[in-house]
């Protein structure tokens, strides 16, 4: 079910940038951005519950208000195209990425992969491979669409850590892969 919302959300927003104007969607994302932070604040001082946490996530910002705010910012900072190809290679790589550790390790969480700060091989072939598609569908460039793959599949595979502190992937994956695709382009 949780890979099911990541999903259906970076697909809606990338699918509303292509219909509304970038200022516009600034806006509604804003007000969607900042309500989810309110909910976040609510939640930990125990005034409402929300579903589908991870474990690790209970006493920590959950991986959904990280989503909002990659794609917020993604939105603010690279061209509309890259964008779009930033926020789907989060959603639709990295539910692939997911989907591919619960079938191949019997978790969606990453357990194992989330202590030691890298996951499996197989799984980061997963992610690139899936990243490279949608980049390669969104943008129509072979070497714009490598990039922004290299650039979601570090950002999924090894979690970044500073001072300690694990930086969410919901977070890296459409800037590390926007910032790259940029690059190139």
């Not at 969606?108 to 890298?118: N, P, Q, S, T, V």
Request: proline share 4%.
């Amino acid at each position: 079910m949780r890979k099911g919302i990541h999903l259906a959300a970076g697909i809606l927003i990338a699918v509303l940038y292509t219909l509304f104007q970038r200022d516009v969607l600034i806006f509604v994302h804003l007000v969607f951005l900042i309500t989810i932070w309110l909910l976040e604040l609510l939640r930990f001082r125990g005034v409402i519950p929300v579903p589908f946490l991870r474990d690790r996530e209970k006493k920590k910002i959950g991986g959904h208000a990280f989503f909002m705010l990659g794609t917020f910012i993604s939105i603010l900072l690279f061209d509309k195209q890259i964008a779009i190809a930033s926020i789907l290679m989060l959603a639709i790589g990295d539910a692939a990425s997911g989907i591919a550790l619960a079938a191949t390790r019997g978790t969606l969480d990453g357990g194992e992969a989330y202590k030691r700060r890298i996951k499996p091989p197989d799984v980061i072939l997963i992610m690139l491979g899936v990243c490279f598609l949608v980049g390669y569908y969104t943008l129509d460039s072979l070497p714009v669409a490598i990039s922004g793959a290299i650039g979601a599949t570090i950002a999924d595979g090894v979690h970044l850590r500073v001072y300690g502190i694990p930086i969410d992937d919901n977070l890296t994956i459409p800037l590390y892969a926007g910032f790259l695709m940029s690059l190139v382009s």
